[in-house]
């Protein structure tokens, strides 16, 4: 708010915080309580520019990869007998599957719902701005948007930082044997969020593969506790004016996420 109130402070972040505070922003698309989950982003020698793990209650916690979990409850998906951990999930489309509404399914961790990206990532990696706006007012709107925002100014310098340290014709990756029996999984941050990839292996072939997007975490649908995941809650109470027949304030919540239903949807 100081920033947004400089004389001459211009620019199209003060423009954003001028446009934020007359329709109040920072009052739609919260949800409670607020945990949010990021695996770490861009690292090398040891250290990343945005650390991992969980932010909840304020603090920030460590998560293990197998407390994850999806269940299909509410998925258009061929029935399970309960949540599954990647490595043994399946991803059978079922159409006519009770009490679906969705081709999403809803990851938790620790049985919990949690939010991915931008936001995530600078909670977790301790930005004070943007954990002073979650200490006021969580995940809404406006934090998720500002997140954003300081997020590519971050990102920019580290960027220069990078390009200055490539050497063409250097070796862009490391080679492996591919063992016959085996698993294993990747977690990286993509710009909406947590990407994980678990595969499994039997005989030189492919047992398994499963992918949880970012947006599959943000839009999952109730799981079989019925608790919704972070975009369903954040959308309760969400103003309708009248006459409108595609709500701003859906409209606002749901981009703050910034979804992608193709890759949700794989």
């Not at 999403?104 to 990532?121: F, H, N, Q, T």
């Not at 029996?181 to 047992?207: K, M, P, S, T, Y």
Request: charge should be negative.
């Amino acid at each position: 708010e100081a920033w947004g109130a400089r004389q001459g402070a211009g620019g199209d972040f003060s423009r954003f915080l001028e446009i934020s505070n007359s329709i109040k922003l920072d009052e739609l698309g919260r949800w409670q309580p607020n945990r949010f989950l990021s695996y770490g982003a861009y690292g090398a020698d040891g250290e990343s520019l945005f650390a991992g793990g969980l932010f909840a209650d304020g603090e920030l916690h460590d998560f293990a990869q197998g407390a994850i979990s999806e269940d299909g409850a509410h998925s258009w998906l061929a029935a399970t007998d309960g949540p599954k951990h990647p490595f043994n999930g399946t991803t059978i489309p079922d159409a006519d599957a009770a009490g679906g509404y969705s081709w999403c399914k809803a990851p938790r961790l620790d049985g919990e719902v949690v939010e991915m990206g931008a936001l995530a990532r600078q909670l977790v990696g301790g930005h004070p701005l943007i954990r002073d706006l979650a200490a006021r007012g969580g995940g809404n709107v406006f934090s998720r948007v500002a997140a954003r925002l300081v997020e590519t100014a971050r990102l920019l310098p580290a960027m220069e930082q990078w390009a200055d340290k490539l050497e063409p014709g250097a070796p862009f990756y490391r080679e492996a044997p591919m063992p016959a029996d085996g698993e294993g999984f990747g977690l990286v941050e993509a710009a909406r969020g947590g990407l994980g990839h678990w595969l499994r292996v039997q005989n030189n072939c492919i047992l398994n593969y499963q992918i949880i997007a970012p947006t599959t975490w943000n839009f999952s649908p109730r799981d079989r506790e019925g608790t919704p995941g972070a975009l369903e809650q954040a959308l309760v109470g969400a103003p309708v004016r009248d006459g409108e027949a595609d709500p701003v304030a859906v409209q606002h919540i749901v981009r703050s996420f910034d979804p992608c239903m193709v890759c949700t949807v794989h």
